[in-house]
């Protein structure tokens, strides 16, 4: 998020803790806010895949995946895309630690 959104969002929130903004538009500020989807190439998966020291399967497993999608991924012939693309961010900035 950029410095400024997040300055924007910090003062929404702040001005619906006093009761001056409703749930609702709150809401919609949090849903502004949120980071842009993410996108992976196959070498992004890979890189992710291998800066995590395992297999094909083990990463499957880890993110609720066939070790076939994951192949698939690596090799370019389909894309990860909503749940999956989201955890394979997860797994990008903080290992797969953070999915255990």
């Known amino acids: 998020m950029s410095r400024i959104l997040e300055n ?3 003062s929404a929130k702040r001005l619906h803790d006093k009761g001056y903004m409703d749930n609702v538009t709150m809401w919609e500020f949090d849903a502004l ?3 842009p989807k993410r996108l992976f190439s196959a ?9 995590n020291q395992v297999s094909q399967a083990v990463f499957a497993a880890f993110l ?3 070790k076939t ?3 698939q991924w690596e090799q ?3 894309k990860p895309s909503g749940p ?3 955890l394979l961010d997860v797994v990008d900035r903080k290992g797969l630690s953070a999915l255990t």
């Open 33 to 35: 806010c949120l980071p």
């Open 8 to 10: 924007v969002h910090k």
């Open 69 to 71: 999608t994951v192949q």
């Open 64 to 66: 609720g995946v066939g």
């Open 43 to 51: 070498e992004d998966i890979q890189r992710i895949r291998a800066k």
């Open 84 to 86: 999956a693309a989201k």
């Open 76 to 78: 370019g012939l389909k």
